[in-house]
């Protein structure tokens, strides 16, 4: 995943004040740096104004504050102390670097302060000048590049950032040598943009890596961060490629392979490639469990002597209690039914020794009746759910769930048993039941702040339509269906398996009511969808 808080405030410590997050410093020759005091004082005060609204906005605020007015005054502040100065760079002699300096490290402010049209003029100014006082492959026009490329990447611009990147990577590439504090300052830099904008980033300080020969450790770390922001296929390639480097790196049972082997089969498992996932979340579950029994017990007093302590155990717990859930439900989804009945009723279990915890309960009961109801041991997966149902009623009365609902417009989790409820019903052919629940769940949707693209919404519009289809109630099912293909589209994995079980419905709707060209090109999506999450990369 990308880097984390703790190595963000690390970056800031070691490194805002030295280049002030810009790239568009050049290397400074020491006898024209004596000139001008007036000229360095007014750089040096923006330069602290400067470092200081960055580690505001991107260190000091959350993630959600992050394009806000944090940091605005110092921005301000900066600004200022950098037009004095190219007032007075005014006097330098023509191509004089400082120049270039001053206009960079103003545009760079510009940007922060989301003044794009003026940042992007200083910006070009800037480049123009360095263009005309150093040789085409002087590494600071590649660093001025990059500040260039960002700017145009923070007004989500990005055909013109796309060139300035590519010009930036074949200049250091030559060069052969970087500033290793660009890469600590582009890592931070990336925390500021989209999974798109940050993937390039991160592919930027990978290419750049592997071409001046860096070890494995530092490669392994910059593909960590780009798998981190990727999705589908390119996620996958990039996982691949880091358990390859822990083959050279750690032991085959290491925490960190084995947590790299658990990244790539959640991967999978999120794409629905379950027979991928399937073997290589056994293995993360064997080796983690051997990983337990060989620490200290995990005991009481363990546990309240020290924070360490209870750091470690709750750590233990909760990481073996994820693998459990994870194969659990790729055990389900690749029809081992029994082994996944053993494992969520292992998770329930879990849950029921531990009061806190009933919100965990109700979900692992979900689960288990969905087992149940695939099984067609109906009366079981009723029980499972009613009992699911019982508790999220009881959870609702508490204090904070009230506040919870009133936010959210009401309880998810009472939404998602009602929306099994309904599917239970209907698969076991009480449609009488099944009916009023379907239409209960989707009355409670109006209320509620779901995503755009929530993949219970998807089946749960799905399920409803299937049951209107099967009692012939055409005009009213496709409607549901042609929603539910909406809602996929919108969801974070619109090539999910689960969207071909849509697909595939809905085409047989449309050949029921005679129009099979039309299901004939929703056949053919579900089976691409398929091939492609039975085909996954190979891992050895």
């Known amino acids: 995943m990308p880097i984390g808080a703790s190595q963000v405030r690390w970056r800031f410590r070691r490194f805002s004040l030295v280049l002030a997050l810009t790239f568009f410093v050049a290397q400074a020759r020491p006898a024209l740096w004596a000139q001008d005091k007036e000229w360095d004082k007014h750089m040096k005060e923006g330069g602290k104004a400067y470092a ?34 190219l007032a007075l760079a005014q006097s330098f002699p023509a191509g004089d670097v400082r120049t270039a300096d001053t206009l960079g490290r103003l545009a760079s402010t510009y940007a922060e302060e989301r ?19 150093l040789t085409p492959n002087n590494p600071d026009l590649g660093y001025a590049s990059i500040g260039m490329a960002l700017i145009y990447d923070s007004e989500s611009k990005p055909e013109q950032a796309a060139p300035l990147w590519d010009r930036a990577l074949a200049i250091l590439k030559k060069a052969g040598k970087v500033n290793p504090q660009a890469f600590s300052l582009l890592e931070v830099r990336a925390l500021s943009f989209d999974s798109d904008d940050q993937a390039q980033i991160y592919r930027f300080i990978l290419e750049l890596e592997e071409s001046t020969g860096a070890p494995d450790k530092d490669l392994r770390s910059a593909l960590l961060n780009l798998a981190g922001a990727q999705m589908g296929s390119d996620a996958e390639q990039s996982r ?69 302590g209870r750091i470690a155990c709750m750590g233990q717990d909760a990481a073996l209690t994820n693998l459990y859930r994870e194969l659990a439900e790729a055990y389900a989804k690749m029809g081992k039914y029994p082994e996944a ?18 919100r ?27 009992r699911s149902e019982a508790l999220n009623q009881e959870i609702s009365e508490s204090k904070f769930a009230k506040q919870n609902a009133e936010l959210h417009g009401g309880s998810v989790w009472v939404w998602l048993t009602q929306a099994d409820l309904a599917e239970i019903y209907r698969e076991k052919g009480d449609n009488a039941a099944a009916e009023p629940a379907f239409q209960q769940a989707l009355e409670m949707t109006q209320h509620m702040h779901l995503a755009a693209g929530h993949p219970k919404l998807a089946q749960l519009l799905d399920n409803y339509a299937t049951l209107l289809r099967d009692e012939g109630r055409y005009t009213e099912a496709e409607p549901l269906y042609k929603r539910a293909l909406e809602v996929w589209a919108k969801a974070r994995y619109p090539e999910h398996p689960d969207v071909a079980v849509t697909l595939t419905n809905y085409a047989m709707l449309l050949r029921k009511v005679n129009r099979p060209a039309e299901a004939e090109t929703l056949e053919a999506r579900a089976s691409a969808i398929r091939e492609k999450a039975g085909a996954p990369g190979a891992v050895s």
């Open 52 to 85: 200081r609204g960055m580690s505001k906005k991107y260190y000091w605020a959350d993630s959600s504050s992050q394009t806000s007015l944090a940091g605005a005054p110092e921005f301000a502040k900066a600004e200022r102390e950098f037009l004095a100065a």
């Open 115 to 133: 003044k794009f049209a003026e940042a992007e003029e200083r910006g070009k100014q800037a480049i123009a000048l360095l263009e005309g006082s």
């Open 240 to 308: 691949i490629r880091i358990m390859e480097l822990d083959r050279k790196i750690f032991s085959p049972d290491s925490p960190a392979a084995n947590d790299d082997l658990h990244s790539l089969a959640k991967l999978y498992a999120d794409d629905g490639k379950f027979a991928a996932a399937l073997p290589l979340l056994q293995h993360a579950l064997e080796v983690s469990e051997k990983a337990v029994q060989s620490r200290s017990p995990c005991t009481p007093r363990a546990f309240w002597t020290s924070l360490n």
């Open 341 to 358: 009945e053993e494992l969520y009723k292992r998770l329930i279990s879990t849950a029921e020794a531990k009061t806190s915890e009933n």
């Open 360 to 386: 965990v309960l109700t979900a692992e009961l979900r689960n288990l009746a969905r087992v149940y109801s695939d099984e067609h041991r109906y009366a079981e997966a009723l029980d499972a759910i009613k």
